[in-house]
């Protein structure tokens, strides 16, 4: 349903866990991307949902808001960002 086109994580003391995720929603015209963010790295991470390049439509969006509270799917974008920490 998912499909992780470009992932990347960053940490810093002062701000904590930064990553985004560029992925791919099947049936969906655009791609997205999300920003994840947590001062610890742990369950409390908070996001923005964004299209990617261009907007598309806003029931897109919304379905996707709905898909990322299922934790399959929001845990699949958290666990991609993460691989790719920059150590």
Do not use: C
């Not at 610890?40 to 949902?49: E, F, H, M, P, T």
């Not at 964004?50 to 509270?69: P, R, Y």
């Amino acid at each position: 349903m998912i499909e992780v086109l470009k992932a990347n994580m960053e940490f810093a003391k002062e701000d904590g866990y930064v990553g985004k995720v560029e992925f791919k929603v099947n049936g969906h015209e655009h791609p997205y991307e999300i920003t994840l963010h947590s001062k610890r790295g742990k369950d409390d991470w908070s996001y923005a949902l964004n299209f990617l390049n261009e907007s598309g439509k806003e029931e897109d969006i919304e379905a996707v808001e709905e898909l990322l509270e299922e934790d399959e799917y929001f845990d699949q974008l958290v666990d991609a960002a993460q691989k790719a920490l920059v150590k």
